[in-house]
C-alpha cells in the first residue's frame, strides 16, 4: 500500500509515517524495523550519547546501506557537541532533525550533503523560525507528546503551523492509531511523527520491564515535568520539560525542583533505579497515546496497520459524511 503526500514524495517511502527518534529507545534496529513497515524510522541521539553510536546504529538501521533512515539530533546539545553532526552528516542518512533549539546554524550543512533537515517546534513563533532558516520539513510536536515537548496540544498547534507555513508539515504527539494518522492527514498534515505507539516494540532498545510498564499504563498516566533532568544534571533548555510515566519519583519531586537539585541523595537514588530497571523511581518517557498502546506488535505491523487503516477510514468516512452528496473536487 501506498499513501502520496509531499512527505512521501521527498522521502521515497511509501507511508506518511515518520519513526520518531528517540534517544535511548529508537535504535538501529527499531528505525529499520519502522523502515520495513513503510514509513521511514530514526535513530535518537542524546544529548550525552558517544558519537560513536550514529556510526553503528546507522549501520543496523540502513541494513548495511540498503534502507534509507534519518537520525535526530537536538539544537541545545550540537552547541557543546558539534561531532554529533559530523558523525551524522557522515553516516548518510535521508533526514536529519534538529529540534529543541534553533536549526539554523545546521540546515547549511546538512543541505551541502544532501540531507533533509525537520525541525520539531512547539508553538507558532518556532515554525516560522524554522521554515525561515531553511528546513524542509516542519514538525508540530503537541504537549500530547511523549520526551521532551511544549505546552500547545497537538490539534490546535497542527492547525496554527499549518497556516503559518509554507513547506509540508508533520504532525507528532498522540497519533497511536489510524485514527489519529487519518487525522491529521485529513487536517492537511504531510504525515505523522509517532514514538509512543512504538514503545511496546520488541525492536525498541528498551528492557522488557519497561515494555510491560508502557503497557500497563494509561492516558491519565503521565505527567509533563523537568524532575528526571534536573536529577540527572542535564542541560536542557528550561521551556521543555519531558512527558513521562508518573511515578513514586515524580510524586515525590514535581513542583519541589529547587529542593530535588540541592538533594544528593535523590540523584543518587535515580542513577541507581536507572541502573537496576527499577521504574518506580527511574523514567520511562511516554505520551497521552501510550492509553492505546494495549500490545507488544513488531514495528513493521505498527506502521501497516497504522497507514492501510487510515486509508479505509478516510474513504469510509467521507462516504458516510457526503452521503448521496457528490465529492467536491
Ligand atoms: C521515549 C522517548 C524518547 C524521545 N527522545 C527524543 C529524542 O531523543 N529526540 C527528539 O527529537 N525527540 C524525542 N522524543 C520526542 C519524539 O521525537 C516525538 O516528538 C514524540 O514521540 C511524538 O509523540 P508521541 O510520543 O505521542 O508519538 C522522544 C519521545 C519519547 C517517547
Redesign the pocket.
Known amino acids: 500500500m501506498r499513501l502520496c503526500t509531499a512527505l512521501t514524495e521527498r522521502l521515497g517511502v511509501a507511508l506518511p509515517i515518520l519513526g520518531?527518534?528517540?534517544?535511548?529507545?529508537a535504535h538501529g534496529t527499531l528505525a529499520r524495523a519502522v523502515t520495513e513497515g513503510g514509513g521511514l524510522g530514526m535513530i535518537?541521539?542524546?544529548s550525552a550519547d558517544r558519537a560513536e553510536l550514529i556510526a553503528q546504529e546507522a549501520t543496523v538501521a540502513s541494513a548495511g546501506g540498503r534502507l534509507p533512515f534519518g537520525i535526530?539530533l537536538?539544537a541545545w546539545a550540537l552547541d557543546e557537541r558539534p561531532e554529533l553532526l559530523d558523525e551524522a552528516v557522515a553516516a548518510r542518512p535521508s533526514l536529519v532533525?534538529v529540534?529543541?533549539g534553533s536549526p539554523g546554524p545546521y540546515v547549511e550543512v546538512l543541505h551541502a550533503a544532501g540531507i533533509l533537515v525537520a525541525s520539531?517546534v512547539q508553538d507558532r513563533a518556532g515554525a516560522v523560525a524554522a521554515a525561515e532558516a531553511g528546513v524542509d520539513i516542519v514538525v508540530a510536536?503537541g504537549t500530547?507528546?511523549?520526551?521532551?515537548?511544549g505546552t500547545v496540544g497537538t490539534l490546535p498547534l497542527l492547525q496554527i503551523v499549518l497556516d503559518a507555513v509554507d513547506v509540508p508539515v508533520v504532525a507528532?504527539?498522540?497519533?497511536?492509531t489510524a485514527r489519529g494518522l487519518a487525522g491529521v492527514l485529513a487536517a492537511g498534515a504531510a504525515g505523522a511523527?509517532?514514538?509512543?505507539?512504538l514503545?511496546a516494540c520488541p525492536e525498541t532498545a528498551s528492557s522488557a520491564r519497561a515494555r510491560a510498564k508502557v503497557l500497563a499504563s494509561g492516558e491519565t498516566d503521565t505527567i509533563l515535568t523537568r524532575v528526571f533532568d534536573i536529577a540527572q544534571g542535564i542541560g536542557w533548555p528550561e521551556q521543555f520539560a519531558g512527558r513521562a510515566l508518573r511515578n513514586r519519583f515524580t510524586d515525590t519531586w514535581h513542583g519541589r525542583e529547587a529542593a530535588l537539585a540541592a538533594d544528593a541523595g535523590a540523584r543518587r537514588q535515580l542513577a541507581e533505579a536507572r541502573d537496576a530497571g527499577d521504574f518506580d523511581t527511574a523514567y520511562i518517557?511516554?505520551?497521552?497515546?501510550v492509553g492505546l498502546v494495549r500490545q507488544s506488535l513488531p514495528a513493521a505491523k505498527v506502521v501497516r496497520d497504522l497507514g492501510e487503516g487510515a486509508v479505509s477510514l478516510l474513504a469510509e468516512r467521507l462516504d458516510a459524511l457526503l452521503g448521496d452528496e457528490p465529492r467536491p473536487r
Not at 507528532?172 to 497511536?176: D, E, H
Not at 511523527?193 to 505507539?197: S, Y
Not at 518517557?285 to 497515546?289: R, V
Open positions: 520518531a527518534p528517540m534517544a535511548g529507545v535518537g541521539v542524546g535526530g537536538m532533525s529540534s529543541f520539531q510536536q500530547d507528546a511523549g520526551g521532551h515537548t507528532a504527539g498522540g497519533i497511536a511523527w509517532v514514538g509512543t505507539c514503545l518517557y511516554a505520551g497521552h497515546g
